[in-house]
């Protein structure tokens, strides 16, 4: 099919150039703020460049070669096809001479994250700079972290029944904490401001699905007439309450045998403010145990110490290179995997060989939130109504897609769902799509 063209910055009255005017340097500015005690002087001018840069013109040199000291040569490779595409190749006689605006919106923003990782990595490339927003915003949402806990120990009482079936209604439900969990963006919302909800609030939001495809879900995991281990991949977004939702469907879907293992994606840098990393997980367990002991709470406790039983945290190297035999090794656990891809300018229909390979096995992959849903259908300026099944024709495995709209992207929708929409609806976070699609079914 035709595609349209990259969204870009200088695309009038666009949430790209809101992004790229006020949030990133927000960010920037955020990054600073909280780390002052713990970044070194060099990296903060350095920072305060990046944001001035951003702030005052998109006339100034991205020099990627100088500017970038890690996998430059995707970001050239990414660039050059991505002007080959714009038809302005001529700018690729002197990359030297690239401007920001001369590239899209999906690059520009990934690369003032890649670029803020190069500034800070002084410090270590393992430390996390959005590490302390990410824990702002875990305080924020406690009382719904607690209550969703609960709500998993509750149902996992249930389960101790012999006669225990799956039930179809139930991880439907789940699946709607998952995308509400997904309201929760860090990128987007200072971490005192982001939201989360509880299980009692879930019916109300649901009013504002636009796609539904839980039910359709639902019926695929609980398909027996799968042949071998049915592995669940879990492409994460968001730290804190949104994580926890996506634990809390994973450990129901194991723990009634649905599926068989499951392997949750993470990002290797930091990434888009809230995006996870494998050192999220460690944190993420202290900070509920740091919970458990303050208020002596026994369903904390509980849920804490059989998700440490339950999980293995393996770096990608040493888990794509050996699919078969971890998973041989490691049934019922929840595998933690991260991989330089997510972080890097690509979009899904760029898979790696390996990733590819490693994806046609999967039962099911869950795709959370709006930039991976970015990257899935391509950051374009697609008609709301264009086919997703078609768009999505790529993909080498059944997958879903969880996420709550924060950007000015979305697919599948009927002419009639466009109809009395708020002149900003597509960025506020009130509206969200579970898509299904299985390009391997002759019926898609």
């Known amino acids: 099919m035709e595609k349209p063209k990259y969204i870009k910055v200088t695309d009038k009255n666009s949430f790209a150039l809101k992004t790229i005017m006020t949030r990133l340097p927000n960010i920037a500015q955020q990054v600073i703020d909280l780390n002052n005690n713990s970044i070194d002087e060099d990296s903060i001018e350095n920072i305060i460049s990046l944001q001035n840069e951003i702030k005052t013109s998109f006339d100034s040199f991205i020099d990627i070669d100088n500017q970038v000291s890690k996998f430059s040569d995707v970001w050239i490779k990414q660039i050059k096809k991505y002007l080959i595409e714009d038809g302005t190749e001529e700018k690729l006689e002197d990359l030297t001479k690239l401007v920001w605006a001369d ?127 049915k592995r669940l991949d879990v492409i994460l977004d968001n730290f804190g309450y949104e994580f926890l939702t996506d634990v809390v469907l994973c450990e129901y879907l194991l723990s009634t045998n649905v599926v068989d293992v499951v392997v949750l994606h993470t990002k290797r840098n930091p990434y888009f403010v809230s995006d996870t990393m494998n050192q999220d997980v460690h944190n993420f367990i202290r900070l509920v145990e740091n919970d458990s002991n303050h208020l002596n709470n026994v369903a904390l406790e509980t849920f804490i110490n059989n998700f440490k039983e339950r999980i293995v945290v393996l770096k990608g190297e040493d888990y794509f290179t050996s699919v078969d035999s971890v998973i041989s090794e490691f049934d019922k656990k929840i595998i933690i995997v991260d991989n330089d891809f997510w972080t890097l300018p690509y979009e899904f229909e760029d898979f790696t060989d390996e990733l590819y390979d490693y994806l046609s096995s999967s039962f099911l992959c869950i795709i959370k939130g709006d930039l991976n849903y970015r990257k899935l259908i391509g950051d374009r300026h697609w008609d709301f109504t264009s086919d997703f099944n078609q768009i999505t024709s790529y993909f080498p495995c059944p997958f879903a897609t969880l996420r709550t709209l924060k950007c000015e992207l979305v697919v599948g929708l009927t002419e009639d769902q466009l109809s009395n929409k708020e002149d900003n609806w597509t960025v506020i976070g009130k509206y969200g799509t579970i898509h299904f699609s299985n390009p391997l079914s002759s019926s898609n």
């Open 103 to 229: 590239i899209s919106f999906f690059l520009l923003e990934n690369l003032f994250y890649q670029l803020m990782f190069e500034k800070v990595k002084l410090n270590g490339d393992h430390f996390d700079y959005f590490r302390k927003s990410k824990e702002i915003s875990y305080a924020t949402a406690k009382d719904a972290i607690i209550t969703m806990i609960e709500f998993s120990i509750n149902l996992s009482e249930k389960k101790v029944n012999e006669n225990f079936v799956p039930d179809e209604k139930e991880i439907e439900n789940l699946l709607y904490s998952c995308l509400w969990g997904n309201r929760v963006d860090l990128s987007l919302f200072k971490p005192n401001e982001s939201r989360a909800e509880s299980m009692d609030g879930i019916s109300k939001l649901n009013e504002n699905l636009l796609v539904d495809d839980s039910n359709i879900i639902s019926d695929h995991l609980l398909n027996k007439n799968c042949e071998g281990k």
